[in-house]
């Protein structure tokens, strides 16, 4: 099964609109940790943030911003105002304790940012 | 910090020919992992290793794939021999302060099997 869930396959959406990317999880472990990565077109992972499963403040990071809620294991990232660098493939993961802290990856996202 | 280093960043091979790529973690990273990533698979974790042990290989496709880690600040994950369906990106990733940590991934080796 499926630890982590991104059913939105490609969004495309026109500069300056907001966008948000649905991310959920599956998890026994009452000690996990998620995280975001985007994938620009040159390739690399780029590390966007990572989240305690004992920390549920939502978290804002200049026009990017991620709501986490246990109580529907989802972890959605939201860019506001969206810009045409931000086109990139985006990347949810779940790392647990108990497997040895193994990060298991979602499938990904891919964002269009339209101008 | 360097970073991950990865080499060679791109390989053209031809099927049959053994492919080495190598990974640098970031010193003082305990763990390594690899990574391949393709269009119809996403990125799939092959293998990881703790302290140089592997710890988990239950990715690693057939037995054509090895990897080993003999020492903290060196990897190796090699192909033999070399199918044209392993054409993909390998990424090398390790984690910052022990597997809780956040990933830092390499750039990646591109490689296409012919």
């Known amino acids: 099964a499926q630890k982590v869930t991104q059913a939105q396959t490609e969004i495309s959406v026109v500069e300056k609109e907001d966008v948000t990317l649905d991310c959920v999880y599956e998890t026994r472990d009452t000690t996990y940790y998620l995280f975001w990565y985007k994938q620009p077109p040159s390739g690399e992972l780029v590390f966007l943030i990572r989240?305690?499963?004992?920390?549920?403040q939502n978290e804002i990071s200049g026009r990017y911003s991620w709501n986490f809620q246990k109580s529907t294991s989802s972890f959605n990232f939201t860019i506001t105002a969206s810009q045409v660098v931000d086109s990139a493939v985006y990347f949810c993961a779940l790392s647990e304790a108990h497997t040895g802290n193994q990060f298991y990856f979602g499938t990904g996202t891919s964002l269009t940012v339209i101008p | 910090d360097a970073g991950v280093i990865q080499s060679p960043r791109h390989e053209v091979t031809e099927m049959g020919q053994e492919v080495t790529l190598r990974c640098k973690p970031i010193s003082g990273h305990n763990s390594l992992f690899w990574y391949r990533q393709t269009m119809m698979r996403g990125l799939e974790l092959l293998i990881y290793f703790n302290n140089n042990v592997p710890i988990d290989d239950s990715g690693m496709p057939e037995d054509r794939f090895s990897a080993k880690m003999p020492n903290a600040s060196f990897s190796t994950l090699k192909i033999q021999p070399s199918e044209p369906r392993d054409s993909a990106v390998y990424f090398c990733a390790s984690p910052r302060g022990g597997n809780t940590g956040e990933l830092f991934f390499g750039e990646g080796s591109r490689l296409t099997v012919l």
């Open positions: 989240r305690n499963s004992f920390d549920e």
